[in-house]
């Protein structure tokens, strides 16, 4: 079964099927009950403290380590009270070869968003903690690409990060904590 987007200037995209031609199923956009504000680097550090020797030539390639932390905080801003966020990916990334560091970079990337009225409170923490972070994360990594190169490094390319899981560990890890306290 192949299914084909179908989408003309002035109609829905409508999905058809091969195996039947007359039969289309309307497809209609799941959005995100979510608007992006503004994006922006709150704070970016970087540090080469053996440059230039640790730009010479011929040097094993230094072993990387990078962690990635979230947070997100309400902004009252007057109008819509509680529905505006400050979502911050916080990513630190440091080079370290034969015991010494060849760079370390700290980004703090920021995103500002609003919810969609409609949407639950007990919903607001994964809608928050996962889907920003997803849209924010190109963002992010073009710019610790960016500042490695400029530093005269390779270009520190990032993998792409699990949100979800990571906010299925950290929920799960809680819960767990919770209940041990409980008994």
């Known amino acids: 079964m192949l299914l084909q987007m179908n989408p ?13 031609p007359n039969d289309t199923i309307q497809a209609t956009p799941r959005m995100v009950p979510l608007t992006v504000h503004a994006q922006y680097i709150k704070d970016l550090s970087f540090e080469n403290p053996n440059a230039p020797q640790s730009l010479l ?3 094993a390639i230094p072993a990387t380590t990078v962690n990635v932390t979230l947070d997100a ?8 009270k509680g529905t505006t966020f400050e979502v911050m990916l916080h990513i630190e990334a440091s080079a370290i070869r034969d ?4 760079f370390i ?19 607001h923490h994964p809608l928050l903690m996962i889907e920003v972070p997803k849209l924010a994360f190109p963002f992010a990594r073009q710019i610790l690409s960016e500042v490695t190169s400029q530093a005269g490094y390779p270009p520190l390319l990032l993998n792409p990060v ?6 299925r560990e950290q929920y799960l890890a809680q819960a767990k904590a919770a209940n041990n306290q409980a008994a």
């Open 8 to 20: 003309k200037n002035d109609e829905k995209p409508t999905m058809t099927e091969n195996t039947a």
């Open 57 to 59: 030539p011929g040097q």
């Open 73 to 80: 905080k309400k902004i009252e801003d007057g109008k819509e």
């Open 99 to 102: 015991k010494q560091v060849v």
């Open 105 to 123: 970079v700290e980004l703090d990337y920021a995103v500002v968003c609003s919810v969609a009225g409609d949407v639950p409170d007990q919903h």
């Open 162 to 167: 699990d949100f979800e899981g990571m906010y």
